[in-house]
């Protein structure tokens, strides 16, 4: 299996990105998608993630209202649509794969099997 996040760059304060993750390899369908942000010096934090069993939605409290995640599993594709983007926004961004699907399992980086590269995003003031 692998994850290719790609979308990344460079976007002053309230602009916007959207981030692509492909995945190659296993049954797409069958898996919650999502993304984990890591800022230097940070840990690793959970962002968003979308279930696949009943399509639910999990957002953390710092980008909820202004972050979409979404998929295309036509495609093996999720993505992560982030607007109003702030400067501690600002981290590498990693695509990531789970079988579970429930919000208790899916907020936990232990609870993914894959992570994809990671993408830059860096967000100026």
């Known amino acids: 299996v692998q994850l290719q996040a790609s979308g990344g760059g460079l976007v002053q304060a309230g602009g916007s990105l959207r981030l692509s993750c492909v995945a190659s390899g296993g049954n797409f369908r069958v898996y919650s998608m999502g993304w984990f942000r890591q800022a230097p010096g940070k840990e690793r934090e959970f962002v968003a993630v979308k279930s696949y069993r009943d399509r639910s939605e999990y957002y953390s409290d710092s980008v909820k209202g202004r972050f979409t995640i979404s998929r295309d599993n036509a495609r093996n594709t999720v993505f992560l649509q982030m607007n109003s983007l702030k400067p501690e926004d600002t981290a590498v961004y990693y695509c990531?794969?789970?079988?579970?699907?429930?919000?208790?399992?899916?907020?936990?980086?232990?609870?993914?099997?894959?992570w994809g590269q990671g993408t830059q995003v860096t967000v100026s003031s």
């Open positions: 990531v794969r789970s079988g579970y699907y429930s919000y208790s399992d899916l907020s936990s980086a232990a609870k993914y099997d894959y």
